[in-house]
């Protein structure tokens, strides 16, 4: 639900899970308010809506504190430590300065020890993280990397191993050969067929929607998503089941069509056959995976069977490893098993089926054809369109972190170089007054020209 609204239809059950973390759905009857965040699990519902995108409540949640990791921020540490020590440093040299001045000219030891004080800036080294952070933030958001918060930048520099969801992120929803192997279906078939799969959110349901050409819409009396298995409808008293083909009942398999990834279709106590998909993969996968195959531990992850690891053999680097069959629990032990080896993992998902697993990553990505469509547990959402950036964007959290360390050291041979004057007496404080802010906005100007010279030549 990715607005707030009122329930118009009887009644609805609602999945609060990513806000609150309870997974037992919640009844709402007409006139009810049900808020964005929550995921419709019944039949298709009716409501109106209250508020905006940019209002809603999952927006909101979206900066929880629930949602928010914690993460060790060694660059705000750094500018801790520093300022920690700088004012008894700096008061020490002006002391110091005085102390040697007062003997041999009064007039310059007054002066030296004002100079001192007004000269050292602080701000210069204070400013550096935040105004590197939020315009690396500012330039990823132009090119539809949209991070939750600045901290996310200095996370994704420190990621050492990528794990992918298969279906809905390395696969295009828009794009699919489909197939269908069975009995002949008819028409009424077709319209029971195609309204079921409308309350679907499963990327093999919504292009086997769009697949499909448009029918009339009849009302569903009863309407279940089941997690891993498929959709259980119910239609003027018939049962419409949608799914794997454990689900539907369907023993008539052999071990290859097993294999396939495909929608088993059973109307009643009748099976009509099933649609077969050969994925598209995204453009630009084969590049990419490459890319990154050369600095990242890759890893895939797929809720289908392993129909398609002959496929994704030959279009990724040889040492990424495949694993199919994965429940959304057991994506989520896997990332826990990896970071008790000490890796920092970034998730690539939809966001779907795979929440957990974003939430429990050291960063959690969700790539969306629909950048409103988003769950709360993720760190960032990435526009499908941009997948092909990955790297890129990574690159950029790289180098994000090298600004920061030159900044740094910018400032710091500022404030020697005019320390070094002002204790000699070659400093008035007049001059230091006007040096002094001079410093805040050379380092803003260099972060900003940095920052965005390494975006604009693509990090080649």
């Known amino acids: 639900i990715p607005v707030d609204g009122i329930l118009m239809s009887e009644k609805a059950e609602i999945d ?31 409501m109106e809506v209250l508020h905006s995108v940019s209002q ?9 504190e629930i949602f928010q990791k914690k993460v060790f921020q060694k660059h705000k540490t750094i500018t801790d430590a520093i300022s920690r020590y700088f004012t008894p440093i700096l008061l ?57 918060n600045a901290l996310v930048i200095e996370q994704l520099a ?13 696969t295009t929803n828009k794009k699919s050969n489909i197939i269908y192997e069975g009995g002949t279906i008819s028409d009424e078939n077709f319209v029971l067929i195609k309204n079921v799969l409308r309350g679907s959110n499963h990327p093999l349901s919504r292009m086997l929607y769009d697949f499909l050409p448009e029918y009339n819409r009849i009302k569903i009396d009863d309407f279940q998503e089941i997690t891993g298995k498929g959709i259980l409808a119910i239609v003027d008293n018939k049962e419409i089941k949608i799914g794997s083909a454990s689900f539907v009942n369907n023993t008539i398999l052999d071990s290859s069509e097993i294999e396939k990834t495909a929608l088993h279709i059973k109307i009643g106590t009748l099976y009509l056959g099933k649609f077969v998909f050969q994925n598209q993969y995204r453009e630009g996968l084969e590049k990419l995976f490459a890319t990154l195959s050369k600095e990242y531990n890759i890893k ?51 966001g779907l089926n795979d929440a957990g697993a974003l939430a429990q990553s050291n960063v959690g990505i969700s790539v969306s054809e629909n950048v409103n469509v988003f769950s709360p547990a ?38 020697i170089v005019g320390l070094s004057f002002a204790v000699t007496g070659n400093l008035l404080p007049l001059v230091a007054a006007i040096i002094m802010p001079l410093s805040t906005i050379t380092i803003v100007g260099f972060v900003t020209f940095m920052s965005n010279c390494l975006s604009n030549n693509r990090l080649r």
């Open 158 to 170: 420190k990621v050492d191993t990528i794990v992918f969801d298969k279906t809905g992120t390395i």
């Open 92 to 148: 020490l040299i002006a002391f110091a300065g005085f102390g040697y001045w007062i003997f041999i000219d009064a007039n310059t030891a007054f002066n030296v020890f004002t100079a001192v004080l007004i000269v050292a800036c602080p701000c210069a080294l204070a400013l550096t993280a935040p105004f590197t952070f939020g315009n690396i933030l500012r330039i990823m958001g132009k090119q539809k990397m949209y991070l939750k």
């Open 56 to 64: 809603s409540y999952l927006t909101q949640l979206w900066s929880n």
């Open 378 to 415: 993720c760190d960032a959402i990435l526009d499908a369109g941009e997948f092909s950036k990955l790297n890129y964007f990574l690159k950029l959290s790289h180098k994000s972190i090298l600004i920061i360390k030159m900044s740094f050291g910018l400032s710091i041979l500022y404030n």
């Open 300 to 350: 895939v992850l797929s809720g289908d069977n392993d129909g398609e690891r002959a496929n994704l053999e030959v279009i990724l680097p040889k040492r990424t490893e495949l694993i199919f069959n994965q429940k959304p629990e057991q994506k989520l032990e896997f990332i826990k098993k990896l970071q008790e080896t000490g890796k920092n993992v970034m998730m690539v998902g939809d």
């Open 16 to 46: 609060y899970s990513f806000v609150t973390g309870e997974a037992i759905p919640i009844s709402k009857k007409s006139g009810d308010k049900i808020f964005a965040g929550g995921k419709q699990i019944g039949k298709v519902i009716e």
